[in-house]
């Protein structure tokens, strides 16, 4: 079910971004929705949060559960990695170093044999007797990551509960006149359109509120406009939500999906 005909029938020009494509890609490698489940887990998104990570470094399975700390679920950890390498989402290789010119970057599986090209001086050099492998995001999960999917998918799943006949359509920019703002979610749940922001995390100044306000105020218009019944802000903020924010969703009837409300 397209439901940009919603937007599009009350005066409103749509058209798709980056984010919304790299989500729809996760869900295609992972096969559907449901398989994100993982992220629900704290540790998976304390992970996944990692600024080096997300740059695409390469860690051994040890250092990446040192990293994600999943305490009593380590055996539950280990399958979720299983799952998401055999799925793709992360990479298998190797990190090794050139005795030539030095470059340490990491290699994929299929990049590797008793000898190896360097991908700098293109010297083949032979693989150390003994290395534990290297595992490192695949592009399309870091590039995801970085533009607040992790939020969205979670916030797609809560929905999903709700409703499993749930139709949802992520990240439109959405203009009209003046006015050009993102819908990082819209779904039809239950029969009704709800209207959905989505951050990872946000700035507590005032500025940085003030904006935040601007663009909920934006989407309130918009959820007007179309006749959505409910409009939800998603966040995986760690910290207790302001009080300015708090009241300003009160008195919005905007509903709020916290940290706690998402994982499980
Ligand atoms: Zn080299």
Same mark, same amino acid.
């Given at each position: ?107 994929? +599986? #299929?990049?590797?044999? =008793?000898? !190896?090209?360097? @991908? &700098? ?7 150390? /007797?003994? $290395? ?33 006949? +749930? #139709?949802?359509?992520? =990240?439109? !920019?959405?203009? @009209? &006149? ?7 979610? /819209?779904? $039809? ?55 300015? $924010? ?19």
């Amino acid at each position: 079910m397209n439901l940009h005909t919603n937007l599009q029938s009350a005066g409103y020009r749509v058209t798709p971004n980056a984010k919304g494509r790299y989500v729809n890609g996760l869900i295609r490698l992972m096969g559907d929705l449901s398989a994100m489940d993982f992220l629900r887990d704290d540790y998976m998104v304390r992970l996944l949060s990692n600024a080096q990570l997300r740059k695409g470094k390469a860690f051994t399975y040890k250092q990446l559960q040192q990293l994600a700390n999943p305490q009593d679920a380590i055996d539950r950890f280990q399958e979720q990695m299983q799952t998401l390498t055999a799925r793709g989402m992360f990479l298998r290789g190797y990190s090794l170093q050139c005795p030539v010119c030095d470059l340490a970057t990491w290699y994929g +599986l #299929s990049e590797v044999g =008793e000898h !190896v090209t360097c @991908q &700098g001086c293109r010297f083949d050099f032979q693989m150390p /007797l003994t $290395l534990p492998f290297a595992y490192r995001p695949n592009r399309l999960l870091a590039e995801a990551l970085k533009s607040g999917a992790m939020t969205i998918l979670l916030t797609a799943l809560w929905l999903y509960d709700q409703d499993n006949d +749930l #139709s949802w359509q992520t =990240e439109s !920019v959405v203009h @009209q &006149g003046d006015l050009t703002t993102n819908i990082d979610i /819209l779904a $039809l749940m239950n029969g009704d359109l709800w209207l959905v922001e989505c951050k990872d995390n946000f700035k507590t100044s005032d500025r940085a509120l003030d904006d935040l306000l601007e663009q909920l105020r934006a989407g309130l218009k918009i959820a007007d406009d179309i006749g959505a019944k409910q409009s939800l802000f998603a966040t995986l903020y760690a910290k207790t939500v302001p009080e300015r $924010l708090t009241e300003f969703l009160a008195t919005n009837d905007i509903t709020l999906l916290a940290r706690t409300d998402l994982l499980r």
